[in-house]
């Protein structure tokens, strides 16, 4: 696929999904987190336009990990809100490169090479990858039972034991939704893009609200890692359960802006959700989904 129609689409998924509206405890077009703004996630989607290209235009010969650290980098350096984009970067970056060799947006040849890149990742991955976390100072679990991302001896351990990305990802698959996906097939990016596509469509709803309901869906369907991580597992129940009761009465207006006032009030932002919300309007936008 033409490499500035992939780099546009993945650009415009990360400024919808930061912009859509309301999207319970994450930030959007109407408001911010104390240190990270609207305006910081829209400096770093801009900022990371170059990487994606030059991810379509690499297409399958390989350098993952580099990509990663070099979008990571990117958006860091556009804007002084800290981490905004480091999972859907993770996420996305395979799957612009997939895009890249690919002759359609069909879904299953993109699952495909998206897979296949994935599994053939190396070392030297794994190692740009763990320099990611760093970059960006990602808040990571710290009671992890090896190769802690912030610890630098982790890095001397990954070269001793020749582990690659898929190898490091697939360890946390076990408690981190975009570690499951990106060593899983993408099953649920693509689901939830087929999902968005079909909200427009059948129910000829803006893309705003399909991307909150989409995302409401998601939060139903399973825990989101960042709030498991960071609060617990009562309360990643609790934004679980609430978020299907909203799902099952209908995606209400009024419920919607509730639960959003609630979460934000606590602190509570499932960031792992918005995260493969963007991957999933990636593939959305690629599959003909227009604004």
Do not use: C
Not at 36 to 45: K, L, P, R, V
Not at 251 to 264: G, K, N
Request: charged share 30%.
């Amino acid at each position: 696929m033409n490499e500035d129609q992939v780099a546009r689409s993945a650009q415009l998924a990360l400024l919808l999904e930061v912009s859509a509206y309301p999207k319970p405890g994450n930030v959007d077009r109407t408001h911010d987190f104390v240190d990270t703004t609207y305006e910081h996630f829209i400096a770093s989607s801009v900022a990371v336009y170059p990487v994606f290209r030059e991810a379509a235009v690499r297409k399958e010969r390989g350098g993952v990990g580099e990509l990663i650290l070099r979008g990571v980098e990117e958006s860091m350096k556009w804007q002084r809100g800290g981490n905004t984009h480091f999972g859907a970067i993770l996420l996305m970056i395979p799957l612009v490169m997939a895009a890249g060799a690919a002759d359609s947006s069909d879904t299953d040849e993109l699952r495909r090479i998206a897979d296949g890149i994935m599994r053939n990742t190396g070392v030297e991955d794994a190692i740009a990858l763990y320099r990611a976390f760093s970059v960006a100072k990602v808040r990571v679990r710290r009671d992890v039972a090896e190769l802690d991302v912030m610890n630098e001896a982790s890095i001397e351990e990954i070269r001793d034991r020749q582990l690659s990305m898929f190898d490091i990802l697939s360890i946390s698959a076990s408690y981190d939704q975009i570690s499951r996906e990106l060593v899983g097939g993408f099953g649920k990016v693509f689901a939830y893009a087929a999902l968005i596509n079909e909200f427009t469509a059948s129910r000829e709803r803006r893309v705003n609200d399909a991307i909150v309901d989409a995302y409401l869906h998601l939060l139903a369907e399973e825990e989101d890692s960042f709030v498991r991580m960071e609060f617990g597992a009562e309360q990643s129940r609790y934004v679980k359960e609430r978020a299907r009761g909203i799902v099952e009465g209908g995606y209400r207006r009024d419920e919607l802006e509730e639960f959003d006032r609630e979460l934000i009030a606590a602190g509570i932002n499932p960031g792992s959700s918005a995260d493969m919300i963007a991957a999933a309007l990636f593939i959305a936008i690629l599959q003909g989904l227009k604004v």
